[in-house]
């Protein structure tokens, strides 16, 4: 619950990390009261911040129906990841030099994530972990572009990309994979390597997206 007046971007951040964790079910329609209540909100704050995750696609909304999460849909979360495959090494490549704190912000994500997701097998930490890990990532290595258009269009892609990997990590996606190939990028990365960093980021993103889209075609994905 809020505990003072909440702005609209409180709100919606709330309502999408429901979203993205799965206490707003993938497929569900809202209960606009049942959430109000439990947000500790006005419905009009609720449905404002609604309304902008809708033109964000992050909901959907019917005339008369309400508002409702979309399905996890394998098609969608491939679509997500085939643009992020080019506009994040393109982003890369516009980008100034990664300052220094970066690169240590860089390694203290991975070692936060190994750490997280080598430990005993509790899926919500550990789907929590691989989300942060794919969105803060992109999010470091962002704030070096110029192009501020950009950023924004890769900070909503990865906003909408967060619960499918939330959910796929859930189900078994062989992280360790994953974790080692951010390794390697960081090392590209940290030794000023930006082309091959830029390759390699692209072709992670485009490797590993079919596992993962793949695991949520199964029946019980949602």
């Given at each position: 619950m809020f505990q003072r007046k909440p702005l609209r971007?409180?709100?919606?951040?709330?309502?999408?990390?429901?979203?993205?964790?799965?206490?707003?079910?993938?497929?569900?329609?809202?209960?606009?009261?049942?959430?109000?209540?439990?947000?500790g909100l006005s419905r009009t704050p609720l449905r404002e911040a609604m309304?902008?995750?809708v033109a964000k696609q992050y909901l959907s909304s019917d005339m008369?129906?309400?508002?409702?999460?979309?399905?996890?849909?394998?098609v969608q979360f491939r679509e997500i990841q085939a643009m992020l495959s080019r506009l994040e090494p393109f982003a890369l490549s516009e980008a100034s030099a990664l300052?220094?704190?970066?690169?240590?912000?860089?390694?203290?994500?991975?070692?936060?994530?190994?750490?997280?997701?080598?430990?005993?097998?509790?899926?919500?930490?550990?789907?929590?972990?691989?989300?942060?890990?794919?969105?803060?990532?992109?999010?470091?290595?962002?704030?070096?572009?110029?192009?501020?258009?950009?950023?924004?269009?890769?900070?909503r892609l990865q906003g909408l990309a967060g619960r499918f990997w939330f959910q796929v990590a859930r189900r078994g996606f062989p992280f360790e994979d994953l974790l080692a190939s951010y390794s390697q990028l960081y090392e590209l990365l940290r030794s000023g390597r930006t082309r091959e960093a830029c390759t390699h980021w692209q072709d992670q993103t485009m490797r590993f997206s079919e596992p993962a889209a793949s695991i949520l075609a199964r029946p019980n994905a949602d």
């Open positions: 971007d409180d709100v919606q951040k709330e309502i999408l990390n429901r979203i993205v964790d799965g206490r707003l079910a993938a497929g569900s329609r809202i209960n606009e009261t049942h959430l109000a209540v439990d947000m309304i902008s995750l008369g129906r309400g508002f409702a999460v979309p399905p996890l849909d394998p300052s220094s704190q970066t690169v240590m912000e860089l390694y203290n994500l991975i070692n936060r994530a190994r750490m997280k997701l080598g430990s005993e097998p509790i899926w919500p930490q550990q789907a929590e972990a691989l989300t942060i890990l794919v969105y803060q990532w992109s999010t470091l290595v962002m704030s070096h572009g110029p192009n501020q258009t950009l950023q924004t269009e890769i900070a």
